[in-house]
């Protein structure tokens, strides 16, 4: 079993910063892809942000040059670094890792239960 949890979420001002962090263990041999989406009340997920294990990155543009994805492949984590955010960034963030099992394996999408952002004055 593959478990994915995250962490880092919280209450911030409009302008402020939050760091998220999400850790993927279990039976993983390695990990294709890790990534963050959101689902703000009343709207659909929309997917914010995606790493490989190459390194590449994906951007939704309502975070571009604000949110910056990075990893640590050592301990399976991803984090998002949230700057300049917005009241509309106000959602359940929720962070995926797409892990290989076996070697004969092509993948598998694990999904955490999500962490709450919540920008306000």
């Known amino acids: 079993q593959v478990q994915v949890v995250e962490s880092g979420g919280g209450l911030v001002q409009p302008g402020g910063s939050l760091r998220l962090s999400c850790v993927a263990s279990?039976?993983?041999?390695?990990?294709?892809?890790m990534g963050w989406s959101r689902r703000a009340p009343g709207k659909q997920r929309e997917l914010v942000a995606t790493?490989?294990?190459?390194?590449?990155?994906t951007y939704a543009d309502s975070v571009k040059g604000r949110f910056t994805i990075s990893r640590d492949s050592a301990k399976n984590t991803v984090y998002l670094q949230m700057n300049r955010l917005e009241p509309e960034d106000t959602a359940v963030y929720s962070c995926?890792?797409?892990?290989?099992?076996?070697?004969?394996?092509?993948?598998?999408?694990?999904w955490g239960k999500g962490t709450l952002v919540t920008v306000s004055s």
């Open positions: 995926n890792a797409v892990v290989v099992v076996t070697p004969e394996d092509y993948g598998m999408d694990y």
């Open positions: 279990g039976s993983i041999f390695s990990i294709v892809a």
């Open positions: 790493i490989t294990n190459g390194g590449n990155t």
